[in-house]
T-cell receptor, first 110, second 114 residues
């Protein structure tokens, strides 16, 4: 089955700086790569996703890049704000089943 | 109510109890999922239902029994649980297109087994 590894497990950044989270996957058939944000005590919510026919996607301050050859994808958050503090999960899928990374706890210091 | 709802939000049960978790989706989706979320671990997929048929059972112990009576409702029946089953149980739904689709999560049920 698919195995998704996510790094780092924790990330502390100064407000206004950038944050980068990296994930690798094992199944070359995976073609859908979403990122979820989970604030404390709340449900995971999709913040951005990318499909295997695209190398990069951007939505305001967040962007995701995908390298199919190397089987890795990354989340970039620019100009971080306190409300970006949360746990972020990457995932990979080739159908209905999502395989999740272990999560990255991001703390934005004011 | 819109989206995915779950009840109860919190549940404390003894190891000999029987209880059920309920999930309802109002999004018109045809696939529903149960996940277990424990501290410091990835989300663990437990069961997947597509068009009311179970399509995945990820080696989950038989003390967890899912039920999907229709495409909008999903239950997780619990009996003789162990303390290590204490976790946040999340329900999700998606439109099963076979190409990967956004999963919408419910708020979860925080389960404590004493």
């Amino acid at each position: 089955g698919e195995n998704v590894e996510q790094h780092p497990s924790t990330l502390s950044v100064q407000e206004g700086d950038s944050a980068v989270i990296k994930c690798t996957y094992s199944d070359s058939a995976s073609n859908y790569f979403p990122w979820y944000k989970q604030e404390l005590g709340k449900r995971p919510q999709l913040i951005i996703d990318i499909r295997s026919n695209v190398g990069e996607k951007k939505d305001q301050r967040i962007a995701v890049t995908l390298n199919k050859t190397a089987k890795h994808f990354s989340l970039h958050i620019t100009e971080t704000q306190p409300e970006d503090s949360a746990v972020y999960f990457c995932a990979a899928s080739s159908g209905y089943k999502l395989s999740f990374g272990a999560g990255t706890t991001v703390t934005v210091r004011a | 109510e819109t989206g995915v709802t779950q009840t109860p939000r919190h549940l404390v049960m003894g190891m000999t109890n029987k209880k059920s978790l309920k999930c309802e989706q109002h999004l018109g989706h045809n696939a529903m999922y149960w996940y277990k979320q424990s501290a410091k671990k990835p989300l663990e997929l437990m069961f997947v239902y597509s068009l009311e048929e179970r399509v995945e059972n990820n080696s989950v112990p038989s003390r967890f029994s899912p039920e999907c009576p229709n495409s909008s409702h999903l239950f997780l029946h619990l009996h003789t649980l162990q303390p290590e089953d204490s976790a946040l149980y999340l329900c999700a739904s998606s439109q099963d297109s076979g190409q990967g689709a956004e999963q919408y999560f419910g708020p979860g049920t925080r389960l404590t087994v004493t």
